[in-house]
Each structure stands twice: as structure tokens, then as C-alpha cells.
């Protein structure tokens, strides 16, 4: 059976014989009751004890007792020990038994492969950097399973060093958030591991929620991971797929590097916003990328990229995400050709900006690839497929060379644009003419950040107004969608705003604290000098 971890820790109940209590003379026994009486009034009088510790072996010498492909059932309890498993075993933790390092190095140990561990708390490893102390380490195993465990107060979570089939679920990781975040671990670590699984595990408080070097062909699913540095990270990470995930409210929601053949569907990168630069995703050199469906809302930047992809004969496609409410939706430099297509660009601040300098000559995308690798097609089997499989020189006959720069249509279909003014008089669902964003107030707003506080009010309309009415105030697009849509492609919507931003809650009030001021002041009556009093009055006022 599998048990999942209860949510309070129960006390060990004593067996029938230890309650037994032998014959003793009534005088003995009499001063026994007494004994009994003065300590409950003590304990009436210092409060509730502490939680109950395990009695009887240590959970190292049940292990060690243990015959390979035993079964050990843990009922609660608290295990102030650290452990070994270095034989295939199942343990399943019942009313979640805590096991505590007591800070010192790493707590659970597991070296054998064929390991269920189940239903535990693991709490209490080491604090020494560069030891990289771990809750849970899985060293050089395979064919191990995780399950319903929690980690709390350590370093990292669950360390892989060189293991392969691996299943990481339902598990809950919080590393604590007194750590400042530089000096903590990560959540999930993979390092040289693969074939292995990470689904529906929750981590908070991380340096990175999920991290992944070196580590290929696995799939990271249905997580939620939030209050971190990153909330997913590959460094050399090939062949994994990224869905169903929940990133938000951390520095990025998912950092991607040197890194190839990755399919990111159907998550939600949302709300990361901390620190300078907050990202949903961000990019750097990877190539056969495939990203589909995501909701990319309310960061800073949706998309950075660099570098992506950098190969010839490689692919970067981006097809009916929504990017909804960003600062900035999407954030290239000149030397990332990503092929747009059927995304959904909702009131992002900046929907399209050019990083690095003075590149918007060089971003703009009304030509075609010298030789496209890939046309996206409708069906998200095909998409993958073309993500996973890639054009190579070889295949296509020759030399293949990159875009020169990002493509925003492809096939007759370019993306949806919430400010896009365009009409569509065929009724074909794409725009006539091309999207230009040439708005005055976004081009000074990429040169000043301290305007972000007028926009989306009056002043905005009305810079962008005397735009249209004298091309003075132009200024050159960043980008061109040759084949704009009409209505959102995707079939997914902005969602309503979780809580409140105190910031611009604040900012709010002391605007309109400044125009009621200033309506108060025009509407002042001006000081005038009173008129002259008549003679009469002045001989009855006293010759005044």
C-alpha cells in the first residue's frame, strides 16, 4: 500500500504490556498515586510536552535488519538520526514519522537501487555550502521512488547525482524562508541523471525550484513552485519536456540554457516579478525548442532571448501562447530568430522590445529565412515532432543557414495584437495591412522608465494621438507582422488579478491626491483689494 503524509503528527501509543503495572506494597503504591498526582500539576502548570520520540531500534538498524526487498512500516514518531539505504527496501512513513539530520550533512542517504521511500518528513540538513548537504541524496541508484514525502529546513530538497529512472511526486518541498535566497539550495537537483519523472511536487523557498545539468530525456509535470530564484533551470539539459507546471511569483518562472530539443506546453508562468529583471521565460542558446499553449502573464519580461536558436539548420517556434499584462511581452536580441506564430499578444506595456542597443533595424521581420527549417502546421503532435526532430544540413541537401532575424507569420498566419488597428475586409480572420507598433509614448517609454506611471491614462492617449495626427512624433517599429490575426487564436484567457498591488495601489492614491489638489487650487478665488470706502462711510466709520 501507499500512504500519503497526514497532516499532524501523531504520539506513539504504548503497547498493552507496558501499561501493566505489577503488585506492589500499599505504602509503595500510595506514594506512587502521589508521585503521579505532583506530576500532573506540574505539567498542568508548565504546559503541553514536547511531541513524543520514537522508542525501540532506530530506523538504521531496522534497515540494517532488513532483508533486500523487505517491507518497514514507520508509525509516527520522531527519528533525531540520520540514515543509509543501501539495499533495495520500501519504508512507508505513517502519520508522517519525521526523520532530523540534526544539521549535520545529509539526512536521508540512498545508494541502492529498487527503493520505495514513502510518507516521511525529513527536516534538518547540514548548512555547509560546499558540501551541498541534502535532505534526501540519491547516489548513482536506479528504479527508486519518492513519494508523499516532506522536506523542510534543509539545504537542498532532493539531490540526483548520477541516477537514472527516477519518480519524484506529491512531494512537498519548502527549504525555509529565513535562508536568504543565495544560500540556499535547490528543491529538485539533477545532475548527469535521466530517464526520470518529476510530477505534481510543490517547492517553495528555493534557490532554484527545479534544476536540471547535465540531465536528459525527462519530464517535469503538473509541479507548482513558487518564492524562489528560478523556478525551473536547465544548464545542458536536452531532450526533456516541460508541462502542466505552475511558476509563479518568483524571480523567472523558467530559465533555459544551452540546451536542445525541449517541448515547454500548457504551463503557467505567471506573476515573476522580483528583483530588476523578472522573466517568464528566459532564453539563452538553445536550439529545437518547441513552445506551446502557455500562459506567459503579469512578469516583467514574458520572453528574453538570446541566441535562440543557434545552430543552423535548428528551430525556435513559439505557437498560441497568450502573453497578457507583461511590461514588456516579448524581449529579443537581434540573435534570437524565433518563428511567432498564432500567440496571443493581450495589453502588454511594450509588446515587442529590442534588447542590446539600437537593433530594431536589425528585428525587423518583414523578409523570410533564406531557408526555413521548419513550417508550423496545425496539430500539436506535428509541433512536437518538429521540436524533437530536427532539419539537419544533411536532410535538407546542402548548407542551412539561420533566419536573419525573428519571423512573426508563417504559412498566411501571424498573431493576435490587442492594439492592433487594423480591418479585415475579405473576412478571412487575418488583419489587411501589417501590424507596425509605432505608439509615441512606447518609444520614449523605452528610453525613460519613469513615465511607466502615466500609462494607461490621458497623457499616454494623448501623446499617441498627436502621433497619428503628425508623423513628428513617429517612431520606427521594432517589429512587423506581415499577417496579423483578428480574434486570439489560442483558447486561453487573461485571468482576473489575484490580491492586490500595494505599489500601485499607492501610486494611484498619490496621483489622485495631486489632482484634487490641483483642481482645489484652479478653483481658489484670486486675493482682490477691497474697494474704496465712500465718504459717508468713512465720517461714520470715524474719518477711517
Known sequence: GQAGPSASRSRRTPKAEEM??????????????????????????TGPAEPATA???SLQSQIDAAAPGATITVDGGSYEERIVIDKPLTLIGRSSPVIDGGEHGDVVTITSGDVYFSGFTVKGTGHAVTREPAAIKLTAVTGVTLRWNRIQDSHF??????????????????????????????GIYMWQSGHSAIRDNTVRNAADGIHLEFSHTNVIADNKVTDSRYALHFMYANENKVLRNSFRQNLAGAVLMF????????????????????????????????????????????????????SPGATAIFYRNLFALNDTGVGLMSNAPITFVENSMIENGVQVKALGGALASGMLASHEP????????????????????????????????????????????????????????????????????EPAFVGELAKNESLRAFQFTLAQQAIDT?????PLYQYDAVI?????????????????????????????????????????????????????????????????
Open 157 to 186: 530538497g532532493i539531490y540526483l547525482l548520477d541516477s537514472h529512472e527516477v519518480l519524484i511526486e506529491h512531494n512537498a518541498i519548502d527549504l525555509g524562508s529565513k535562508t536568504p535566497v543565495e544560500r540556499r539550495g535547490h
Open 370 to 437: 533564406a531557408k526555413p527549417s521548419a513550417t508550423p502546421v496545425s496539430g500539436a503532435s506535428a509541433h512536437e515532432h518538429a521540436a524533437t526532430t530536427p532539419t539537419t544540413p544533411a536532410a535538407a541537401g546542402g548548407a542551412v543557414t539561420l533566419p536573419r532575424a525573428a519571423m512573426w507569420s508563417a504559412g498566411g498566419r501571424g498573431n493576435y495584437w490587442s492594439d492592433y488597428r487594423g480591418y479585415d475586409a475579405n473576412g478571412d480572420g487575418v488583419g489587411d495591412k501589417p501590424y507596425r507598433p
Open 259 to 310: 540546451s536542445r530539443e525541449l517541448i515547454v506546453k500548457d504551463n503557467d508562468v505567471s506573476a515573476n516579478r522580483k528583483g530588476a529583471s523578472g522573466a517568464g521565460l528566459l532564453l539563452k542558446d538553445v536550439d529545437n525548442l518547441f513552445v506551446e499553449a502557455n500562459r506567459i502573464e503579469r512578469n516583467k519580461y514574458g520572453l528574453t532571448a538570446e541566441g535562440t536558436p543557434q
Open 55 to 57: 522508542a525501540g531500534p
Open 480 to 544: 512587423e507582422d506581415a499577417a496579423p490575426l483578428m480574434r486570439p487564436a489560442a483558447a486561453l484567457s487573461v485571468t482576473a488579478e489575484e490580491g492586490v498591488d500595494l505599489s500601485v495601489l499607492a501610486l494611484s492614491a498619490a496621483m489622485l491626491a495631486l489632482s484634487v489638489l490641483a483642481v482645489l487650487a484652479l478653483r481658489r478665488p484670486r486675493w482682490r483689494p477691497e474697494p474704496a470706502l465712500g465718504m459717508a462711510a468713512q465720517a461714520a466709520g470715524g474719518g477711517r
Open 20 to 45: 501493566t503495572t505489577s503488585r506492589r506494597p500499599s505504602g509503595i503504591l500510595s506514594l506512587t498515586l502521589a508521585g503521579a498526582v505532583g506530576l500532573a500539576g506540574a505539567l498542568l502548570l
Open 466 to 470: 498627436a502621433a497619428e495626427m503628425f
